[in-house]
């Protein structure tokens, strides 16, 4: 097989089953909890503090020659605490009612760790901001205002186009939530909450390019039982069900292992936990259909070795394209002591 011909093997060929992966179906079952929340409000910013907790199951990800794989945060948590205190912070902000909230959108999230994945999970410190003064109008009656949160060692920005009501309260103000439920409602209602769970994903199929270092995917996605107007609440129910940031994410991740462990002929159950260094999330508009397949691209556009302590890592910077989401991520994970072949 020449390296300069594409070829055309399925996502379980490369990676196995999907119940036995993260990004297959072990995201699912991992639960995020954001709890004592504390919102303040004043002339220049709105303000959360909170706690979270981030629970996986021991069988989050099953690898045949590794022993228990110890979970971090990743990129979907922190994308989901993310969305859920941006949406708590600029209702209370902007006095948004539900309609509003569920026309809220996120136009541009990223997303940065640490110098080491965050393993402790039980006692997340949370805290965002968000600030008029990063604010800026799109049109009347609409804004995109970018709410800074850090979850642990983790970095969000997350930019959300939503309407302004009557304008930023510059009042002083305080709430209090238990919980995100609280604040939120009914988790089976908010897709960043609890419906994302319920997605079906399908690989149709895939082709990839080993001398270009790029893969192309055509997916499907089937929303959530009742997914939708008007049983779904919060941000960007309005326009739902439709491609996800989440989808964007879980797809490429997929991707970018079937990639990676090309480019070091590794098998998956040879490979360690891939570690998502940073990503940007980018779109120009809310509506993203799921009524047809849609194509996938993701592309290597750097790597290299790099050593950590007595381990040597793969780092890669990539590019990719989803149903109009694009962006870049930078992975890394670590090699097994095998030396693999380099490229």
């Known amino acids: ?29 991992v639960r995020q909890r954001l709890h004592d929340i504390r919102v303040v409000r004043g002339p220049h910013a709105a303000e959360a ?19 228990t794989l110890v979970p971090h945060l990743s990129s979907i948590d ?32 990223r997303l ?46 997350s930019e959300v186009q939503h309407e302004t009501g009557d304008g930023y309260r510059a009042d002083s103000g ?24 319920h997605r079906g994903l399908e690989f149709v199929d895939m082709a990839v390019d080993r001398a270009a270092r790029e893969i192309d995917a055509t997916v499907r996605i089937t929303p959530a039982p009742g997914e939708g107007h008007p049983f779904s609440t919060g941000l960007e129910a ?15 991740g997929q991707l970018t ?30 509506l993203r259909a799921l009524d047809r397949p849609f194509p996938a691209r993701a592309r290597i556009e750097d790597t290299h070795r790099l050593a950590m302590a007595d381990d040597t890592w793969r780092a890669c910077d990539l ?6 989401i694009s962006g870049r991520f930078a992975v890394a994970h670590r090699l097994p002591d095998r030396g693999p072949r380099s490229r």
Do not use: N
């Open 257 to 286: 292992q079937v990639l990676l462990y090309a480019l070091d002929g590794l098998d998956r159950h040879d490979s360690d936990t891939l570690w998502l260094r940073r990503a940007t999330l980018s779109t120009r508009l809310p």
């Open 78 to 109: 922190t994308l989901l605490l993310g969305a859920q205190l941006a949406e708590i912070l600029l209702v209370h902000a902007y006095d948004l009612d539900p309609g509003a909230r569920s026309r809220m959108w996120l136009r541009e999230v």
């Open 319 to 324: 590019s990719y394209s989803f149903h109009g």
């Open 112 to 157: 940065r760790a640490g110098g080491r994945p965050q393993e402790d999970l039980d006692h997340l410190a949370v805290h965002g901001v968000a600030r008029p003064a990063e604010s800026v109008p799109v049109v009347d009656g609409l804004r995109a205002t970018v709410v800074h949160t850090r979850i642990g060692s983790m970095d969000v920005r």
């Open 49 to 67: 503090r909170a706690r979270a907790s981030v629970r996986y199951p021991p069988d989050w990800s099953a690898k045949s020659t590794k022993g």
């Open 238 to 252: 309005a326009y739902g069900p439709s491609a996800s940031m989440i989808d964007a994410i879980t797809v490429t």
């Open 1 to 29: 097989m020449t390296l300069s011909r594409p070829v055309r093997p399925s996502l379980a060929d490369c990676l196995g089953p999907a119940e036995h992966r993260f990004f297959g179906d072990g995201f699912r079952r």
């Open 174 to 197: 305080e709430a209090r939530h238990a919980s995100a439920v609280d604040a939120l409602g009914e988790p089976c209602r908010c897709y960043f909450v609890e419906q994302f769970r």
